[in-house]
Each structure stands twice: as C-alpha cells, then as structure tokens.
C-alpha cells in the first residue's frame, strides 16, 4: 500500500488544479486514512483488528471509485489508472482474506476432533 501511495502522490501533483483540490485531495485523504486503518490492525490484539479492517476495505473501495471517476473524466490517463488501479486490486484482495479469516471462528476451537475414529 505505501508504494501505491508513493505513486499516487506523484499523479496527485500532476492533475489539473479543478481535480487536484477536490476529488484528487479526497484520494489522497482515504489513502492516509487506509494505511493508518492496516498499520493500527496489525499491531492489535486478534479480536480487535475486525473493524478496522473492515474501514481499510470501504476506503480502499472508495479509493477506486474516485480514481475511476478521474479516468471517466479524462483527469487520468489509460496506462496511470492502471497502474494505480491493479495494485489497489490487490490489496482489496488481501483485506478480503485477513477479513475472512478474523470473521470465521476458528476451526480447531470449534469443529469435533476429527481423529475420534467415527465416520
């Protein structure tokens, strides 16, 4: 995520100023916002990381919602959205996971002990 931000930074200074101070600056925010939602979560207790979590997706989503509507008005070029865009993908990917993982109730605590002999 922090090169994605890194690279971010480097488009933001480069939008015409009518995006730049208003839906480029909203990014930027959701961007600081998201990296401080992951950094928190993972130095928190297990049972405590799910919401925030769950705020890094929304704001990641939001991210790409707002870098779409840049390319939809030609505030972005083609290879740029992409390049912000895939990365982006993949980290939507991997808060999908940790939030799976933390919303399912461990198996070993929770499913019948297999080795009983019964079938």
Known sequence: MKRNYLF????Y????KTNRYSIGKRIDDLFVEAIEMIFTATFLKQDEK??????????????K???L???????LEQNTFIALSEPLNEVGKM???WHGQLSKPSQKQNS?????GEK
């Open 8 to 11: 971010w930074v480097d488009c």
């Open 13 to 16: 200074n480069k939008l015409p």
């Open 50 to 63: 799910l919401p925030y979590v769950k705020v890094a997706i929304r704001k990641c989503d939001a991210i």
């Open 65 to 67: 919602f707002f870098i």
């Open 69 to 75: 509507i840049l390319f939809e008005t030609n505030s």
């Open 95 to 97: 808060l999908g996971g």
């Open 112 to 116: 019948p002990n297999e080795t009983s």
